[in-house]
């Protein structure tokens, strides 16, 4: 009973939070704007991003200090939770966000490993980083400005990621960067799962499920992308997965990764468990693994705002689908403003967005 009444009162509160997020009308404002302090001005009479924007001067602002803030009250609403439920084991919440720092990681290392002339400058990195404070094991920075493999590893000493990014670069893999990801997605995800065997039964089931879907979709747009970019055997493909299931059977995936081109590969999804992530598309002969990512996230969007929005229950699951809505919107965001300092239209604004409008 205990746990019940604790659960009524964290979905209460976070669905408190929830109503604060922008309406469909919020964004059709926002794509009207014709600049970053004019986005900045609306935002700030936003329920919620009023509190994080308040010390601002929007006439000042640069679009990377706006990035920053928003990512930074994302990383707060999160540290409310573990307030919120006092009870929440110290290993699992380390690990939700530990997933925030693996994002750095990733865009750090994406930079990194660049030729020198497409790497970008550090101050427009600053704005991706999401800032965990003294629970980060990285300075972002540091890794993002390293010039050479050797350089990477020495910058991530002592943390357990070194081993993981040494391992990748050892295997001389095609695709270096995409397989550190996955391979530091299935240390989050194996991680996550093994914290989460203390929690209540129905948490942990919830979490599963969560950890096993995002799987599912990581090994699917990985399969696309491989396929669109580069010339691996079904059988490499298929090792390079994150061995975890939750929908998807291991003769699916060797279907999935034994198909002959993108074509057959989407003809595959389109009509398999996850044929949702390309609903939306009329002809799939023009996606590639850019749209798929962008489905993917409306898939799990979708999901989410589903899950926030209908009462009853007591799972952390909800709390999981707050952050992702936060976090998909504060994307969505930082693409209106990108497009908004390009001149774009609202029309073609809304073909990148995760959000439908």
Not at 123 to 142: R, T
Not at 209 to 227: H, P
Not at 303 to 321: C, D
Not at 328 to 336: A, H, K
Request: net charge neutral; with cysteine.
């Amino acid at each position: 009973m205990g746990s019940i009444l604790e659960y009524a009162g964290v979905r209460a509160k976070l669905a408190a939070m929830a109503s604060k997020f922008l309406k469909d009308k919020d964004y059709e404002a926002l794509m009207a704007k014709e600049s970053v302090p004019e986005i900045t001005k609306f935002l700030q009479e936003t329920a919620m991003y009023s509190s994080a924007l308040k010390n601002v001067n929007p006439e000042e602002i640069h679009r990377r200090d706006l990035e920053t803030i928003l990512k930074a009250d994302l990383v707060e609403d999160v540290k409310r939770f573990f307030t919120f439920f006092v009870t929440l084991d110290r290993t699992f919440a380390s690990y939700i966000l530990r997933r925030y720092e693996l994002e750095n990681l990733k865009l750090a290392l994406r930079n990194a490993l660049m030729e020198s002339e497409t790497k970008k400058k550090i101050e427009e990195l600053k704005g991706k980083f999401y800032d965990i404070g003294n629970k980060a094991l990285i300075d972002p920075i540091k890794v993002a400005s390293s010039s050479s493999r050797e350089e990477i590893l020495n910058n991530l000493e002592k943390t357990p990621y070194q081993e993981i990014i040494r391992n990748i670069f050892a295997s001389e893999r095609p695709n270096v960067i995409g397989s550190i990801e996955n391979a530091l997605d299935r240390w989050l995800f194996f991680g996550i799962l093994k914290a989460s065997v203390d929690l209540d039964y129905d948490d942990y089931m919830a979490v599963r499920e969560m950890v096993g879907e995002r799987a599912d979709l990581i090994n699917i747009e990985w399969i696309v992308r491989t396929k669109e970019f580069y010339a691996l055997r079904p059988e490499e493909l298929y090792n390079s997965l994150i061995p975890m299931r939750f929908k998807l059977s291991v003769s699916v995936l060797h279907k999935l990764c034994d198909a002959r081109g993108t074509n057959e590969l989407l003809n595959l999804i389109s009509s398999g468990t996850y044929k949702e992530i390309l609903s939306d598309d009329v002809n799939t002969a023009g996606i590639t693994s850019h749209l798929i990512t962008r489905n993917i996230k409306r898939f799990l969007y979708r999901k989410a705002q589903k899950s926030v929005s209908v009462l009853g229950g007591f799972s952390i699951a909800t709390f999981f689908h707050y952050s992702f809505l936060k976090e998909y919107e504060i994307m969505d965001i930082t693409t209106i403003t990108e497009g908004v300092r390009y001149s774009m239209n609202p029309d073609e604004i809304k073909g990148y967005l995760i959000r439908q409008i």
